[in-house]
């Protein structure tokens, strides 16, 4: 049985939420389009099983890193658009200028040749039941 959410989001975060969605919708649309006529004997498995095994090796030691509040693997994003390319997805409860950080909390750009996305979720809390 599906519940209704009703988070307590401002307008404004409503107003974001829609324009993610449609962007998303967009991304994925075209890719569709794009596979349709795409070569199937090209296949993103091996880059599929290398994002992954990266994932397993590194997911504690990102994780290790202030304000990190998961990890994922993902879809780069540049400019509030995915861009298609594959990536560990870092998610922090905010980001901060590379100034505020010390050296030892700056997340590497790219780890084993996969590329880092730094994601900002806010807090995050349990749902009601």
Request: charged residues 30%; negative net charge.
């Amino acid at each position: 049985m599906k519940k209704d959410l009703h988070p307590g989001w401002s307008e404004q975060e409503q107003l974001e939420g829609k324009r993610m969605h449609q962007v998303w919708e967009q991304f994925f649309s075209e890719a569709q389009q794009t596979e349709q006529g795409a070569d199937p004997s090209l296949s993103k498995g091996s880059e599929d099983l290398k994002l992954s095994a990266v994932l397993a090796q590194h997911e504690a030691a990102l994780m290790s890193y202030p304000n990190v509040i998961g990890v994922a693997d993902g879809i780069r994003m540049r400019r509030g658009k995915p861009t298609g390319e594959r990536c560990l997805v870092v998610f922090v409860n905010r980001k901060l200028p590379k100034s505020k950080l010390r050296k030892s909390e700056i997340l590497p750009g790219e780890i084993d040749g996969i590329p880092i996305d730094v994601v900002e979720v806010g807090n995050v809390e349990p749902l009601p039941l």
